[in-house]
């Protein structure tokens, strides 16, 4: 039987991740519109300049998902597929596959996952199911299997701005006002696919020590599970973020990615977000 994962590009994975283990995967784009530029989040995207235009006084932005055409086209290479898409409760990925896969003429051989995140999430998920199919597992067995999984993983982000987050409606203003405080970085959570701030820090001295505790408690003692830090230029953060895991959890199971541009353009400069 011939498995394939499709992934939209909030996954922040590489085309060529899944080199070498027998199974397709397809990263269906999703597309940022700032001002008159559209920006098709594939390859070769200037992020540094959609960044930089996002600063033009009064410009409208905004971005769009993928048609469930886009996710249908694709069902047809493989006997099963496994569609990972960004949280429901942030993007219209989800029911976009969904409608795809009701469309579609195999429809039992399709199962499409919310991960209710973003970015590493979607990494750690398609990690999962590599492991899964690899395991001689049956496809209903796996979608049981993947859907608990998916409920386990935990997402924290720290970012500089929300300005995206909250004027494309995906935080409240008044969140909004209360991260934005000059003196607080506050630390924010996925909970069922929304986002939470959850611990407010006065200052950036403690910050990344104090969400690397946090880190800590969720994972219990666990010091082989993965992590997945991306970030939107910021990668000296991302690695004081690290070195705090490895120091307080034991944990060296990390990887550092940068974001593609879709998770840029809401998370924007210095933003961090961390999955396990």
Excluded: W
């Excluded at 394939?4 to 080199?19: F, P």
């Excluded at 701005?161 to 630390?187: Q, T």
């Excluded at 994972?219 to 939107?232: A, E, Q």
């Amino acid at each position: 039987m011939k498995y394939q994962i499709i992934v939209d590009s909030c996954s922040d994975i590489d085309k060529n991740y899944l080199e070498g283990t027998g199974i397709g995967l397809k990263i269906v784009p999703l597309t940022i519109n700032v001002g008159d530029k559209e920006y098709v989040d594939e390859g070769g995207v200037d992020i540094e300049g959609m960044l930089r235009n996002l600063k033009t006084p009064k410009v409208k932005s905004g971005s769009a998902c993928p048609s469930p055409e886009a996710f249908r086209e694709e069902f047809s290479k493989a006997d099963y597929t496994f569609v990972v898409t960004i949280t429901s409760k942030l993007s219209g990925c989800y029911n976009s596959a969904l409608v795809a896969k009701n469309d579609f003429s195999e429809r039992s051989h399709v199962h499409v996952i919310d991960s209710k995140a973003v970015s590493g999430t979607e990494i750690l998920l398609v990690d999962k199911l590599v492991e899964l199919i690899g395991s001689g597992m049956g496809f209903d067995a796996i979608v049981a299997e993947i859907e608990k999984y998916r409920d386990s993983l935990t997402l924290f982000f720290v970012l500089q701005r929300f300005d995206n987050l909250v004027n494309n409606g995906r935080m409240s203003k008044i969140a909004g006002l209360v991260a934005s405080a000059i003196s607080l970085k506050p630390i924010c959570k996925a909970v069922d696919g929304e986002i939470k701030i959850i611990k407010k820090i006065i200052g950036s001295k403690h910050l990344f020590s104090k969400l690397a505790e946090m880190i800590n408690e969720v994972l219990s003692g666990d010091k082989t599970r993965k992590i997945i830090i991306s970030h939107c230029y910021a990668e000296d953060e991302a690695n004081e973020l690290k070195y705090h895991i490895e120091k307080i959890t034991g944990n060296s199971n990390i990887k550092i990615i940068p974001m593609r541009a879709l998770t840029s353009y809401y998370a924007l400069e210095k933003g961090v977000i961390v999955c396990f």
